[in-house]
Structures are given as structure tokens and as C-alpha cells.
């Protein structure tokens, strides 16, 4: 009966997602008549590559986080970012971008499937500032929603079960990320009633990823052996920092997209001056983690190197649009002073492999108190979202409405995404076995390795059948890893 | 003089490794190994088709000492690589005609392990 139902509903979705729309024939009409602005394709232009860039920061990720598991746990981060990828795009455009973009001070209410809203300016007030088609907005904000998920897993590396990975990335492409994303650059209170300031997302992304990582983190446990019988943390390393380096140049790029593709157009030139912030910022960010690190423990740490690299471009991405080119370099700078300092402390306590929860969470709070200082006059009014910051007129007015968002979003999100892993962890659950763990996510969970050659030995990958008086493959109960059965 | 030689699992190799140094065996070796035994081996399937792999990973310990010390050393083995489940692995004894240390040049027993006193460091 269940069953019966939920085909019904999704037959419904379909046959309602495939009835003619009226949104696609818009530009195409204009076009055929002769009329389609040039502003239109120039906009569309610069805010679908600034999709595609950030769309590609998913291999980023990837990189990241393989480089950073041990090798029994680098297939899985494949398996894993391209589901989740997945999950978000049909969910971002069932449900996620009405409620994100919609018209509405709490959530949005227009454009579900992307279709039946009208006029797009009124539709979607909040991104009238550019005539670009709504498919490359939609795009565009997509890849937003897609890296805020991203960000969440990083520090459940090498214990989750991959069931997690899918149940919450429902709910957050449809729910968490599309609220709480709608409140602070949707349009919503935080933005049109407090003047919270957050040009491409350190709160709006960024803080909501490490939100979710927390609240993943705190019921998931730490990895077997990251803790010695003392509660001292031991180190364990990644098995690539070549793959981590690539992860991390791969994001250093999409950030292009990311920063200066908040413009939604380039019709005013802004995005040049707005990458130029980022690129200063990121700079600054990798000079002061490698120097905190020579000051802390006598190396030039290369994780650190990389996540300075992140944490500075976290914190300049809500000031990008409002801050001027010379104040970039400090906030990144600082950005990256705090990667280190956090991650030597998080550490002690909590088991986050990437460093996600300081190079996303702790920089995403410090880059959006960052516009409550460094916000320039002009380009709060050009914006016009909130007052400059404290240095221009000593108010510390825009520096509270920023602390205020910052705690607002924390809250909603943290909250509701803690119950979701608690309904997670009470009935399919959040770890695989000890076993399971010492074997590696890769053979456990999707029954093969990611890299074959260092696991099986090299007699038998040449694969001739078993040895004579072995029990056949096919009596190996699928998922048996370590479990021992008498031949 | 003795050698002892052990195949354990990989999680065990950490206690023994404790209690033997509390009991001034430092000096041992360990190499990673692969082998069957009766535990059974894992099937990987790579896109639909299967590729089962009989040798398991193992520990290989070895540690040469004093005979009267042989029942020392092997009950700290078995004591922390038991877990009672097929695949814990196996320990050989096997009788070793000499021994060198190569910095000095000396033989004999006193170049098995620890002096008393560097192991009376060690537990203190």
C-alpha cells in the first residue's frame, strides 16, 4: 500500500514536471522576435561559466577528501560526492530554489520545478538586480546549495554509512540549505529587515556546510585509533597530499566563479573587482597558515598550507562584494591565522579529518563579522543592503545585525540537523561496524577497493579462478569484510 | 637462543608491542605480510563481475631471545592476539644457532634485547 502511494506521488511529480511550462519559451520568443537584449546573453554568459566554476569545485572536494582518507576509504568519496551532487540538483529544482529565491520574508513560495511563476522579476525579487536568464540563476544557485552539502560530509570521513550520505541530503537540498540560505541571500528578514550583509555566502554556505558537520559530528564519534588510551589525539594521515593539493587549487578556482559569479551579471564590471578581493584574500590566507604552523610546531605544514588557502577564501566571500581591494589581504590574512589555531584545538576534542568545521565554520564567522567591519559606504548603498562598518563610521550597528544572522542560522540549522541525524542514528544509523572500519568504506560499503593493487596481492588480481578446495565467491554473504567463516 | 616468529592481526600488534617493552623486549621486527590460513577471504565486485581474494593481510613479528625468556615473549602473544575468532593467526619457536650485535662485534645472549638496566629504564 505504502508502495502503491509513493508511485502515485512520484507519477504525479513527473506528469506535472513535463506538462508544458511557460518558463523556457520566454527568452525564446524574445529571440525569435528580434528583441532579446544584449545585456540578457552578456549576463546569462558570466553567470553560467560562474555556475560551471563552482559546479567544478566538487572535484575539489573530492581531491580534498580523498587525499585527506587513508586509501581503504578513497572510493567511496567518489561514490559519495556524485550521489549527493545528484540528490541536490532534483531537489534544488523540485522544491529548493522556490523556497530559496521565492518571494517571502520566512521562505519562498515561487517557482517550484522551476516553472508556473511569471514574471521572474517578481517572482524572484531579490535577483531582479540582473536581467540573466532564471535557468542560469537556477544553475548557478544550485551549485551554491550543492557546495554547501559538500562541506558537511568532510568531517565524516572513513566511519559513515553511505545510507546517511542520501537521507540528508534530502533533506537538506529541499529544506535546511534553501531556508536558512533564503533568510540571509534570499531575500528573507535577515537580509531585507536586519541588513545582514553576505555577498556569496560565508554564513549563507559556508557556515551552514560546518553547521551540518557539527551536528553530524557530535553523534557520530570520532574514528577508531584517533584517540589513545591517554585521550590524547593521534595523527592520521591521509594517504594522498598530492590529491589534497589538486583538491585544493581545483576550489582555489572555482572560487572565481563563486565570489565574482555573485554579481549575477557583468554588465557593471563589478566581478573583476570582486575577484581581485578574492584572489588577495587567499593569498594573505596561505601566508598566515604557514607561518602560525612554523611558530606552532616547527614545520610548514602542507594540510595547513591548503586549508589556510580555504579558510581565506571562506572568509572573503561575504565581504567580497562589500570591502575595498586593500582590505582583503587582512581579512584573509587573519582567516588564516585562526585555520591553524582552530584545528590544533577542535582536534583535541572532536574528530574532523578535513578541518572543515574551522576552515568553514570558524572562518565563515569570522568573513561575515568581517563586513560589519571593513563594509565600504559606497558599496553598502551600491548594494544596498545594510551600512558600512565599524572602521568607516565607529558604529558597531552593522557588526551586531551580522552577529545576529550568524547566530540565527547556527541555531535553525544546527537544530533541525541534529534531529535529522538523531531519526538517522535511531533507525538505519550513523556508523558502520568496528569491522567494517578497519576494513575501509570502500570494500564494506560498495564492495570493492579504491585502489585494487594495494589490497589484493598481485597473484591474485591476475584472476584465475580460486585455489583448489576454496569455498565458491558466490557463498561469500554480500558486505563481508572481515567476518571469519570456516572453509 | 630462540626466535620467535608470529602472525597476528594488525590491531593486535600494538598491545603486544606495550607489554613486551613493561617486560625489556624491545628489540623485534615486523613486516607486512599476506597469507591464508582458514579464515576466508573477501569477494570484490567491480562493476558486476566478481574477483575474490583468498590472501588476507597479516603481521609478521619476529623476536629473538633468550630460551628461558621463549614462554615470556609468547604469552604476551597469545594473551593479546586472541580474540577467540578464525583468523587470529599462528606463533613458531624455532632455535637460532648465533647471534651478533654489529656495533661491537660482541655474541651470545647479553646482545638479545635490552641490558637489565635500560629495561629497568623502561618500566620505571
Known sequence: ????????????????????????????????????????????????????????????????????????????????????????????????????????????????????????????????????????????QFSFCAVSLAIVWGTTLERIKFAVYILYAIVFAAFIYPIASHWVFGGGWLQSNVGMQDFA?????????????????????????????????????????????????????????????????????????????????????????????????????????????????????????????????????????????????????????????????????????????FTSPGLAAYNAVGQAGLIYNGSFHQLGSQALGIVTVFAFVFTLSYATFYAIKKTVGLRVTAEEEDAGLDISEHGMYGYPEQFIPAPELIGYSPAPGMVPARETPRGATTKEVPV | VKKIEAYIRHESFEPIRMELLGLGFPSLSISEVKGSGRQKGITERYRGAELTNWLRPKVKLECVVASQDVQTVVDAILKHARTGQIGDGKVFVMPVEEAYRIRTGESGEETLQAHPEVAAQATA
Open chain 1, 201 to 373: 555566502g560565508s554564513t549563507a554556505v559556508h557556515l551552514i556546510g560546518a553547521t551540518g558537520a557539527l551536528a553530524v559530528l557530535l553523534q557520530l564519534g570520532a574514528r577508531r585509533g584517533k584517540y589513545g588510551a591517554d585521550g590524547k589525539p593521534r595523527a592520521i594521515p591521509g594517504h594522498s597530499m598530492p590529491l589534497f593539493g589538486l583538491g585544493v587549487l581545483i576550489l582555489w578556482l572555482g572560487w572565481f566563479g563563486f565570489n565574482p559569479g555573485s554579481t549575477l551579471g557583468a554588465m557593471d564590471g563589478r566581478f573583476t573587482e570582486v575577484a581581485l578581493v578574492t584572489m588577495l584574500a587567499a593569498a594573505a590566507g596561505v601566508l598566515g597558515a604557514i607561518a602560525v604552523a612554523r611558530w606552532k610546531t616547527g614545520t610548514i605544514d602542507i594540510g595547513m598550507a591548503g586549508n589556510g588557502a580555504i579558510g581565506a577564501l571562506v572568509a572573503i566571500t561575504a565581504p567580497s562584494g562589500y570591502v575595498e581591494a586593500w582590505a582583503a589581504p587582512i581579512i584573509g590574512l587573519i582567516a588564516g591565522i585562526i585555520v591553524p589555531l582552530g584545528v590544533y584545538a577542535i582536534d583535541r576534542y572532536i574528530d574532523d579529518p578535513v578541518g572543515a568545521l574551522t576552515a568553514h565554520g570558524l572562518c565563515g564567522v569570522w568573513g561575515t563579522l568581517a563586513c560589519g567591519i
Open chain 1, 1 to 140: 500500500m505504502r508502495r502503491r502511494t509513493g508511485v502515485a506521488l512520484l507519477g504525479a511529480v513527473l506528469a506535472y514536471a513535463v506538462l508544458p511550462g511557460v518558463a523556457l519559451a520566454d527568452t525564446k520568443d524574445a529571440a525569435a522576435a528580434g528583441a532579446l537584449p544584449d545585456s540578457v546573453a552578456i549576463n546569462s554568459v558570466w553567470v553560467l561559466v560562474a555556475a560551471l566554476l563552482v559546479i567544478f569545485m566538487q572535484a575539489g572536494f573530492a581531491f580534498l577528501e580523498i587525499g585527506f582518507s587513508r586509501a581503504k576509504n578513497a572510493g567511496t568519496v567518489v561514490a559519495k560526492i556524485l550521489t549527493n551532487f545528484s540528490i541536490a540538483a532534483i531537489a534544488y529544482w523540485a522544491v529548493g530554489f522556490a523556497f530559496a529565491f521565492g518571494a517571502g520574508a520566512i521562505i519562498g513560495h515561487d517557482g517550484f520545478f522551476l516553472r508556473d511563476y511569471g514574471d521572474p522579476q517578481q517572482a524572484f525579487p531579490i535577483m531582479g538586480l540582473s536581467d540573466a536568464t532564471i535557468e542560469s540563476k537556477w544553475l548557478f
